[in-house]
């Protein structure tokens, strides 16, 4: 049986990073991602406050991005950066991974972010999610910063940006294959803008994909509506 169009939109975050994006940029996109019924609504960290505003009373998560695109900052920023995104409201959380120390093998260093990340949003009730930047690592790195954030028990191992290169389906597979903790799922995102609906149906069902980060997600579920309504 098909999803139906609600269930499919929850296969959904919607994402805005532009830079030049205005206020009102940022309120139109929450309220098409509430409109559109997805999973969350992301946008850079200085927007969160107004779209929790925009969201409020709907079910749709209100997503911030730490350290976002590069993943380089300090951890004291990333942490305090985290703590202001929660207390303006957001709940879910994607913070970058410093690439250059997973490439470094420090993954002493890694940890305590990570496991920072996933203590200061279990203790406010909100998701965690990593953002790898798997373009920049090899299949070892990709299947070792999996398993680490299993085990610090990280909700979504998300594949990238989308400011650096496209994940492959050889990596998303790694990652599957790596999951050691049924609690972590896989989030893609960096996907191009010419993404699809059959693709993102050909991800959920055959890769197991959980959630797809794209700014198209409302076009999709619009897509999706239709698609059902032709069968």
């Known amino acids: 049986m098909a999803m139906t169009a609600e269930e499919y939109a929850k296969h959904f975050d919607m994402a805005l990073h532009l830079q030049s994006s205005k206020e009102e940029d940022i309120r139109r996109h929450a309220r098409q991602a509430r409109q559109a019924g997805v999973d969350g609504c992301y946008?850079?960290?200085?927007?969160?406050s107004v779209v929790a505003e925009e969201l409020r009373g709907s079910d749709v998560h209100?997503?911030?991005?730490?350290?976002f695109p590069y993943g380089c900052t300090s951890t004291a920023m990333k942490f305090a950066e985290i703590d202001e995104g929660l207390d303006v409201g957001a709940t879910a959380v994607d913070m970058v991974v410093n690439v250059g120390k997973v490439c470094d093998g420090d993954w002493a260093f890694v940890r305590r972010e990570v496991e920072g990340l996933r203590e200061k949003t279990a203790a406010r009730h909100a998701l965690c999610k990593l953002i790898f930047e798997v373009c920049y690592l090899t299949?070892?790195?990709?299947?070792?910063?999996?398993?680490?954030c299993c085990e610090a028990g990280v909700d979504y191992v998300k594949t990238a940006t989308g400011s650096q290169g496209f994940p492959t389906e050889?990596?998303?597979?790694?990652?599957?294959?790596?999951?050691?903790?049924?609690?972590?799922?896989?989030?893609?995102?960096?996907?191009?803008?010419?993404?699809t609906m059959p693709a993102s149906l050909w991800m959920i069902d055959k890769l197991g994909v959980s959630l797809i980060g794209t700014r198209m997600a409302a076009d999709l579920v619009d897509q999706y509506r239709d698609y059902l309504v032709g069968k």
């Open 170 to 195: 050889h990596q998303i597979k790694v990652m599957r294959s790596n999951l050691t903790n049924p609690q972590t799922r896989i989030k893609v995102s960096g996907v191009p803008r010419t993404f």
């Open 43 to 48: 946008t850079n960290s200085f927007w969160t």
């Open 62 to 67: 209100i997503g911030t991005a730490i350290s």
């Open 139 to 148: 299949d070892e790195e990709i299947a070792s910063l999996t398993r680490l």
